[in-house]
């Protein structure tokens, strides 16, 4: 199962929204989002654009109207819901995690033909929209604010090494999908949906196999759901190695009070 998702998951014939579609149906069974559902919102912005020869002011319309037009401006948040990380009611709603967000917006901008990918900004990841060979808009995703020159460079200047090499680096398929399903994950723990949950930690150990804070969490997943054999084993594995990490410390001293052989398996 783990190989066949990694395979579906990585397939460079599938969108990001139809990777995205498949995670939702992993975690929830099911998934009701078709992508012609956002024909309406395609539709009106090639329509308003159509009249516009310069590609840079095509692409200004294009975030006003999905941004203000459309109702897609947000707030910065610390936490989303887990309806915010669901592409149907992401979309209805217009409230939309940054990741799922990134990608609806690419998939948009793409439609109406423009080349589109989500890139790292030093503290977060942005869109970039190409409008020619020289101009490209970099803006939030959430607050659809776009950087001028200026800030651009401030924020490059964070980066290790000389400034005359830093180049803005586009975010790979494999990063936006981990970003996405770990937020998923966050938000589902919050909610107490810890079986979902639990979902989301397998497709991320299916990505990445020897993290050891996927095990971590699987393991706190699975002792919430009353498997604490293979929790222990999973909570030991992080010990083993992350052994100087904070949390692995008190874990430690936890599984140090425990027998296996004192505890109901399930």
């Not at 299916?206 to 095990?215: G, K, T, V």
């Amino acid at each position: 199962m783990n190989e066949l998702l990694f395979s579906e998951l990585s397939a460079d014939d599938k969108s990001l929204i139809d990777a995205f579609i498949l995670i939702e149906e992993v975690v929830f069974g099911e998934c009701d989002f078709e992508p012609m559902r956002l024909s309406n919102i395609i539709e009106k912005c090639s329509a308003l654009i159509a009249e516009t020869e310069e590609p840079l002011e095509q692409a200004e319309q294009l975030i006003n109207e999905l941004f203000i037009g459309q109702l897609f401006i947000d707030n910065q948040r610390e936490n989303w819901p887990v309806t915010a990380h669901k592409l149907s009611s992401g979309v209805d709603f217009k409230l939309m995690s940054p990741a799922l967000k990134s990608i609806v917006l690419c998939h948009i901008f793409r439609l109406c033909g423009f080349e589109t990918d989500v890139v790292f900004v030093p503290k977060k990841n942005m869109v970039r929209v190409v409008c020619d060979e020289l101009y490209a808009i970099v803006f939030d995703p959430i607050t659809g604010e776009s950087l001028n020159w200026h800030e651009l460079d401030l924020r490059m200047d964070d980066l290790d090494g000389d400034p005359q090499s830093q180049q803005i680096e586009d975010i790979s398929k494999l990063s936006l999908i981990v970003k996405h399903v770990s937020s998923l994950k966050g938000a589902l723990i919050r909610e107490g949906q810890f079986a979902q949950a639990l979902k989301c930690v397998d497709i991320l150990i299916a990505l990445r196999p020897d993290d050891p804070f996927e095990r971590r969490d699987r393991g706190f997943l699975l002792h919430q759901l009353d498997c604490f054999k293979v929790a222990y084993d999973d909570y030991q594995y992080f010990v083993d190695k992350c052994p100087k990490d904070p949390a692995a410390q008190l874990l430690k001293m936890q599984l140090d009070k425990i027998t296996i052989a004192d505890t109901v398996l399930h």
